[in-house]
């Protein structure tokens, strides 16, 4: 797990799993006093017997509906496992965000093959689109789904389980050689939509992009990112989720961590370890261990939030 | 269908002869630049004013050619081409808009 922050585990295997919300196999992180742990490989069977209290949701990502190369020629397939996964969970989480690239080519019955599946889950889905899901001439499959009550091209912020959730777009209007672009309409209204909230507030943003620049030779970052993250200084919990780089990797700032999900679709390879970052090909065995999704319990006036990363096989 | 009259009829033999020879000289003006591992190969590729360049992308993943003000091509998936002829000189810096680290320069005398 290249890429992790990780400290000191101080924390004994009882305690892993009094955090536990995830009857799977995954890296736990827990959040204690804003500075994360990573708290080891779990093992599913003693994982399953605890639940924690508090609000716990779900992050899927990357779903890319459509993509049928070798890197995993049923890209559809695999998001029904990641589908089944959720709905074996045994505490129902509240609800699920979706970190875009839902389609590979933003085709029509890619969107409605993908919302068939996803709605299995029968949760609430927030989405944010990913590039792949701005391709269609007249960019307006996505909206059509998805951007109803939003704002410019799809940002939207809500409340749950006391936490304020902004969801944002930072695919659309790319310069060239730049990275991921949030553009000023869009902070304008981040600035005001957090104006007046207690710090207190646990805030989650998500975006496709990271928000943190995590390899800029391949366009891993957001180029205004580092504004978002100026608007959120004060807040006494900050989590930033992300999608994008089809992989597991967390930072830590201050009161702010950073986190990326993986692809139910396709792995991609760790920054630099190969000449692009264009779907890595893998040993059908090895696959659906690089695929997953991600749970996110927090609770209340503690806190303390945990990211379970969970592959779809371990 | 409509019935040709005999003066269209010769125009179009006529076409039919000119065709091979138009073509061929197209092929001279023809250049390519091939997207793989996201990169633009060439990076920079030097042509004269007529020539058409063809973008094909290679990779498994969708990309797009845009230079801003100029040129916009759709959504590339894996094979698919692109093709813009150049009637004016300059430089013509391009990008993906989707990995828009991917940049190239075609300059056009």
């Known amino acids: ?314 | 269908m409509k019935i040709l009259n005999r003066r269209d009829f010769s125009v179009a033999v006529a076409a039919a002869i000119l065709l091979p020879v138009t073509t061929a000289r197209a092929d001279d003006n023809a250049m390519e630049v091939h997207i793989d591992n996201f990169v633009f190969q060439p990076a920079e590729l030097k042509i004269k004013v007529g020539t058409t360049v063809t973008w094909t992308n290679r990779d498994d993943i969708p990309h797009t050619v845009v230079s801003a003000g100029k040129f916009r091509s759709k959504a590339l998936d894996t094979d698919d081409k692109f093709s813009f002829t150049f009637t004016d000189a300059g430089d013509y810096k391009y990008f993906c808009s989707l990995h828009p680290h991917m940049t190239g320069m075609i300059k056009v005398e």
């Open chain 1, 1 to 314: 797990m290249s890429g992790h922050d990780h400290g000191e585990d101080g924390v004994s295997r009882r305690n892993v799993l009094e955090c536990m919300t995830w009857a799977g196999t995954g890296v736990l992180w827990t959040i204690t006093g804003g500075v994360p742990r990573s708290l080891g490989i779990i093992d599913s069977a003693e994982a399953a017997t605890a639940a924690a209290p508090g609000m716990t949701f779900l992050q899927i990502s990357d779903s890319h509906v459509g993509f049928d190369k070798p890197a995993n020629p049923n890209a559809l397939g695999t998001l029904e496992e990641a589908v089944g996964k959720i709905n074996a969970m045994p505490t129902k989480p509240s609800f699920m965000i979706h970190t875009g690239d839902i389609t590979h080519l933003s085709k029509a019955s890619e969107f409605d093959n993908a919302d068939r599946i996803i709605s299995q889950s029968k949760l609430d889905v927030h989405y944010v689109p990913g590039e792949h899901d701005f391709l269609d001439e007249e960019v307006k499959f996505y909206r059509e789904r998805y951007g109803r009550g939003t704002k410019g091209q799809g940002w939207y912020s809500f409340d749950a389980g006391g936490v304020h959730f902004i969801g944002l777009v930072n695919v659309v209007d790319l310069k060239g050689g730049g990275l991921g672009n949030l553009g000023a309409e869009q902070l304008a209204w981040l600035e005001d939509d957090l104006r007046g909230k207690s710090k207190s507030t646990p805030v989650v943003l998500f975006a496709h992009i990271p928000l943190w620049t995590v390899y800029p030779e391949w366009g891993w970052g957001t180029e205004d990112g580092g504004r978002a993250l100026e608007y959120v200084k004060g807040f006494g919990s900050v989590t930033v989720l992300n999608g994008h780089i089809h992989q597991v990797m967390q930072k830590v700032e201050g009161n702010v961590t950073f986190h990326t999900a993986r692809s139910t679709a396709f792995p991609q390879p760790a920054p630099g370890t190969a000449p692009s970052p264009g779907p890595m090909k893998v040993e059908d065995a090895k696959l659906r261990s690089m695929l997953g999704v991600a749970s996110i319990n927090f609770k209340q006036n503690e806190q303390r939030l945990a990211i379970i990363d969970t592959p779809l096989q371990s």
